[in-house]
Each structure stands twice: as C-alpha cells, then as structure tokens.
C-alpha cells in the first residue's frame, strides 16, 4: 500500500558517496505522491549539487543555518514543523555522532533536535567506522532517543573494501518510510467517514453551501486507511481526489448524506462526521431561474435533518466521532453538542477567514465525555493521524474484544 501521497518528507543528506542514490530516493517519493524539502550539510554538498536534488524536488535545497534568507523563507523551526518524517540517507558516522550528542551546529542537525516527527537514519560509512565502538555506542544512544535505524547493507564499499556499512538501496529506504506510517490500529473495523460541504438547490442555477474543500474528512479517511481500516468515504461536492482505496460515494444534498449513511451504518464499527452539512435547505425550489426583479428577495428554509444525531439514535450505534466547526466559545459549544448529539467524541476546530475552512491547515482540540486532549495547529494530515490514534484507543477501550 503507498502511504506516501501527500506526506511531506524531509530528506537529510549528508557528505558520503552515497548521496548519488539519495537523488534516486527523492525521486521515488515524488513519483508516489510526497513533498520533499531537502537539505544539505556542507559535506552533503561536496557530493552531490544542490542543482541536483531542487531539481528532482521541485523545491530549493536548504543548507545554511542562521542565514538572513533562510531565515526569512522556510527557517530551521519552520522546516521542522512542516515534516511529517525526516530521513536522513546518507547519514555519516559524524552526523550520528552529532544526533547522538544533541549538538545543534548546522541546519540539519538543528533541525533534527527541534523535531517532533519520527526520524530515520541510514548509516553510510567505511565497515570499520560502522564497527567502531564509538559508533555503536552513539547508533545505541540515538536509538533510545526514538530514532530508527534503517540499514546499513552489508556488501562492496566505495572505498574498495567490504563488510557492513554501505547505505541501503533507495527502494529498501522508500519502503521503510512507507512501512512507518502504517499501522494496524483498525485493522478490522469499518469506518465511515462524511466530507465536504452539502448544496441545497435554490433554482435550477442557484444553491445555499459553505466553504468546506473536504480536506479535513479526506485526510481522516487516508489515516483510517493507514490504519489498516475499511473505508467508506460518502461527500459533497469538492474539487479534490479521494485517497485510493476507499470506497467513494459522491453527494450533492443533506438528504443523499444521510440516505447513503443509513445504507452503511449496519455495517459501521466507526462514524466520522467531518462533513459541514447545510443546516437548511428551501423550501420550495423553483424550477426556473429566479429573475432579479426585485431589490430584495426573502427565501424560505426548513431545517435538513441533523444526519450524526439520527446516527447516534439509530439501533446500531456505531462509535461515533463529530466535529464543531466554531468562531467563538470553541470548547463549550463542542462540548454542548457532544451531548446534545450523543457522541463518543467531537473535534472542535475554530473556523472563520482562513481558518479550518478550505485550509491545508487546522487546530483541533478533542473532547469526550470526562476528557480532552489539545492536537494542536498542524496539517490537516498529521492532525487527521493524531485524531485516528486518539479514536482507535478510545474504541478499544469501548470495544475490548
Ligand atoms: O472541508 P475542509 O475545508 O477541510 O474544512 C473542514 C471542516 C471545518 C468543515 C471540518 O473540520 C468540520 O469542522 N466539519 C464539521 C462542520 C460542521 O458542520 O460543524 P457543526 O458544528 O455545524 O456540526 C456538528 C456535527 O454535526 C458535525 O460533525 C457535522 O458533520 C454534524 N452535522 C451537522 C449538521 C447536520 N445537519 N447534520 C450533521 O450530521
């Protein structure tokens, strides 16, 4: 399964022989659907140009630490905040050596300390610098500290001789990446999942919508995904593709939301409500274009059913996660409508110019029924990641069979 579209990479390169295969590596996860930044140490650059990898990332390379450009652009914290992994290939005994230490001299090292995303190294270097028990004591180190070490091959080295130490294949890295952001926290359950807005017909020409792209539930669905769920992903118009693999079922109203939800719930372990669905739809649709005659125009709308209430009061109740989309008192009306509607869980997201709407960006803060727990601002991806993690420990609580 490719768990790379639309994940954000950072690749670390550093000065070995063996940057020529990272250029094959930035390669491979562009063409399975990545954003790659990549950056540079000094050595890294005696190797391999910076020419090279902007090239194949489409991105400029960064290599400096504290300059005023940098700086100004995508900077040291910034690089960090933006992955949602850092590979670092190659990485040499020395830079290990600075991981080890938690020394902060250059733009990637720096990078690597203020990081909160998993790393992973692939060690290139001579077979008797990898033995050396310097090395092994720092490989240990980094390891307790949380970073995986993907390799070294053992085979001809660069340098004539042979033994372990040579970097692992650029295919053998892709798939350690791509096996990282897979998980079997579903594995088994079927999920849900509403996205995007609904539009309520004013006139053959005309509708009353919102300003939801369906990024939010899409990005929910491809964690679900991740996660080793079935996923089912019913949603309004929008503009952009659904991951693969799920089963889509596009929808234009509040009525075909629901409808198509009640064809699935039997069948439902988890219901994600991430849709922003019209609350009122006209009463009567004209059945020709409305002529603007008048200065004003007074339009009639009745309530759309609220389609997670009608869920949470159905006979099978699945686990069932909504979100608030709200542009004051965030907390308390979250709160207010996890009981109202009966959940097991709401994501509260605030909403207004900019923010949470048709954004690459949100902050989510969860709540249940005698707790919370604050995602934070993030991409929609990673917040998507942590929410899964969240729910499938919640359900497992729920659900200990
Ligand atoms: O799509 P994006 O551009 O990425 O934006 C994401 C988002 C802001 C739309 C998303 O994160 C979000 O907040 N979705 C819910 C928006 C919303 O309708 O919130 P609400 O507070 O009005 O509704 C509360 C819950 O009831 C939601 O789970 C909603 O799906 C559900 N609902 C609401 C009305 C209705 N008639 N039926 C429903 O099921």
């Known amino acids: 399964m490719n768990t790379l579209i639309n994940k954000r990479i950072l690749v670390g390169v550093c000065g070995g022989i063996a940057a020529y295969k990272t250029a094959y590596l930035i390669r491979g996860l562009i063409e399975s659907g990545a954003e790659v930044e990549v950056v ?58 600075k991981l080890a230490h938690g020394m902060a001299d250059d733009l990637l090292s720096t990078i690597c300390l203020a990081a909160d995303v998993p790393i992973l190294v692939a060690p290139a270097m001579n077979r008797q610098m990898w033995n050396n028990p310097a090395t092994q004591a720092n490989i240990q180190t980094i390891q307790s500290n949380g970073i995986s070490i993907i390799g070294p091959g053992v085979g001809d080295q660069a340098c004539g001789e042979s033994g372990p130490g040579r970097m692992l294949e650029p295919d053998e890295i892709k798939s350690s990446i791509n096996a990282h952001f897979r998980s079997s926290l579903l594995s ?47 949603a309004g118009p929008v503009s952009i593709n659904p991951p693969d693999r799920v089963t889509y079922v596009p929808v234009t109203t509040a009525f075909e939301m629901q409808s198509e939800v009640f064809r699935e719930i039997e069948d439902t372990d988890i219901f994600i409500s991430a849709a922003a669905v019209a609350d009122y739809r006209c009463v009567d649709v004209a059945d020709q274009k409305i002529k603007k005659y008048e200065d004003n125009l007074s339009l009639q709308l009745e309530k759309n059913p609220d389609i997670i209430s009608n869920v949470t009061k159905s006979s099978h109740k699945p686990f069932t996660v909504g979100f608030a989309a709200e542009t004051d008192d965030l907390a308390n009306n979250a709160k207010s409508k996890l009981k109202a509607k009966k959940m097991d869980m709401i994501a509260a997201n605030p909403v207004g110019k900019d923010k949470g709407f048709d954004s690459e960006y949100n902050t989510i803060e969860v709540f249940w029924n005698d707790g919370h727990l604050n995602l934070g601002t993030s991409s929609k991806q990673k917040l998507a990641r942590n929410l899964i993690k969240l729910i499938a420990s919640r359900y497992d609580e729920k659900h200990p069979d």
Do not use: Y
Request: zero cysteines; proline letters at 5%; aromatic letters at 6%.
């Open 188 to 234: 088994g359950a079927n999920v849900l999942i509403t996205a995007g807005p609904t539009r309520e017909s004013i006139d053959p020409v005309r509708f009353i919508s919102n300003h939801s792209s369906g990024r939010m539930g899409f990005a929910v669905a491809q964690a679900a995904l991740e996660a080793d769920a079935r996923v089912t992903l019913i």
């Open 40 to 97: 540079q140490t000094h050595g890294g650059t005696q190797f391999v140009t910076p020419l090279t990898f902007q090239a194949l990332s489409g991105r400029p390379v960064h290599s400096r630490l504290l300059h005023h450009d940098s700086e100004a652009g995508m900077g040291h914290i910034s690089l960090a905040r933006w992955a949602d992994l850092i590979v670092v290939a190659p990485a040499t005994a020395h830079f290990i050596s």
